[in-house]
């Protein structure tokens, strides 16, 4: 694990810390979220909801995320067996990836990545092979999919809603993704964390609805972007049994289990009324809209910003050749924390310029790091 230092959110909410810059980097809300979800989880560590839960997770949970599944895409997965709990969708990913791949198979994943992923992919000793989503539109390259699919290749690594871009993919794309990976008889990963923020009307179309794609799809979600708790790091798998069985024997040896008293609260949240998760979303779409218009005043094109917390720049448009530079420079220059797009690139060089802003805080704070970057 050598090649992989501090994470580059350590570094920069560092910077942020030290300078008193606005934060814009690292992806948190600054806002709590459903007053039942906090309430539920608050009520449950009074009532002794502390031991270690299930392996799997505690039922009500379990029940909830099939409820939800169900529900938003009728999609139907048996509690019993096809749902497990995680340690955030961070350990969701890593426990698939290690329990998917032997040494020297081959993960092809849309790049740039989450951070996470490349560092998972290496502690599985396999090999990443990135299909680029490039910039301006971010758009995938079906051609590149198709040549980056080879004989070793194990399982496809699918982000959608994606971070760092801010892609929501079409239906066309998803598409696509499908027929290659049955074409190819892959295992599918599907990290959808940014299910319920998708903006402008765009559906989130979970991967494994497509035709020949339950079967093969780990579909990876958590409630920390849904809910505005990311601290609580409570993430879940769905996938047919015997592939949750193969990523419990994972998970079983990395944490076994984790976040008691959350478990029911998350449960509330995802039985709550449509009305409200849309609630959620449309606040951050405001937050989004107020940070774009602070971001062109300031003469910077924006980019993405289809879903997710993120919009990124091309600070080209200002004269600027350097993301890394830039970051390291803005906190001093406009008093805000950003994040260099081109370290979630497998080839930083196709993404020197590109400089990723969060937009999940409040209106208030927006309008003052947007006040900020337009003096800029
Ligand atoms: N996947 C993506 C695409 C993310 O952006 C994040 C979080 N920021 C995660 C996974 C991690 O999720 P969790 O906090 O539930 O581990
Ligand atoms: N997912 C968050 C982001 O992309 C950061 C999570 C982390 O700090 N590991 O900003």
């Known amino acids: 694990m050598r090649a992989f230092r501090s994470t580059v959110f350590a570094e920069m909410t560092q910077l942020a810390t030290a300078t008193g810059a606005i934060n814009l980097g690292q992806g948190f809300p600054d806002t709590d979220g459903p007053e039942e979800v906090l309430e539920t ?21 379990r029940e909830a995320v099939c409820a939800h599944q169900e529900a938003w895409y009728g999609l139907r997965y048996d ?9 955030g969708a961070t350990e969701a990913v890593a426990a698939s990836l290690l329990a998917l ?22 502690m599985a000793h396999a090999v990443l092979r990135p299909v680029t989503l490039r910039a301006p ?9 198709r040549a980056a699919v ?14 760092p871009t801010g892609r929501v993919l079409t239906e066309e794309e998803l598409r696509a993704l499908a027929e290659v990976a049955v074409e190819h008889d892959l295992w599918v990963v599907c990290d959808e964390v940014y299910e319920h923020l998708t903006f402008d009307g765009r559906p989130h179309l979970p991967l494994a609805g497509f035709p020949g794609m339950r079967e093969r799809t780990v579909q990876v979600s958590s409630a ?3 809910f505005s708790v990311t601290g609580w790091k409570i993430g879940w798998v769905c ?15 990395t944490t076994f289990s984790g976040g008691a008293p959350f478990q029911p609260a998350v449960a509330v949240g995802l039985g709550l009324p449509p009305a409200r998760l849309q609630a959620i979303r449309d606040r951050l779409q405001a937050g989004r809209d107020l940070l774009v218009q602070g971001l062109h005043a300031a003469g910077l094109q924006t980019l993405g910003a289809e879903g997710t ?16 530079a830039f970051c390291r420079s803005l906190p001093e220059r406009a008093g805000v924390v950003a994040v260099p797009s081109q370290v979630f690139h497998a080839d930083p060089d196709s993404a020197r310029t590109l400089v990723r802003f969060a937009f999940c805080k409040r209106p208030e704070v927006l309008a003052e790091a947007a006040e900020r970057l337009a003096r800029l």
Do not use: M, W
Request: charge should be negative; glycine fraction near 6%; aromatic fraction near 6%.
């Open 41 to 61: 989880a608050a009520r449950a560590v009074r009532d002794g909801v502390n031991q270690y839960p299930p392996a799997l997770g505690h039922t009500v949970l």
């Open 79 to 87: 509690p019993a067996t096809e749902v497990l709990v995680t340690t």
């Open 101 to 122: 791949c032997d040494p020297g198979d081959e993960v092809v994943a849309l790049d740039p990545t989450y951070d996470s992923y490349a560092a998972a992919v290496a």
């Open 137 to 145: 539109d971010f758009a995938l390259d079906v051609a590149a999919l």
């Open 150 to 163: 080879t004989g070793r290749t194990r399982v496809l690594l699918v982000n959608s809603p994606h971070n």
């Open 224 to 226: 920390g972007k849904t």
């Open 239 to 253: 996938a047919p049994a015997p592939l949750v069985r193969a990523v419990n024997t994972v998970k079983q040896f």
């Open 309 to 324: 917390y993120f919009v990124n720049v091309d600070i080209a448009s200002i004269g600027e050749s350097d993301g890394i």
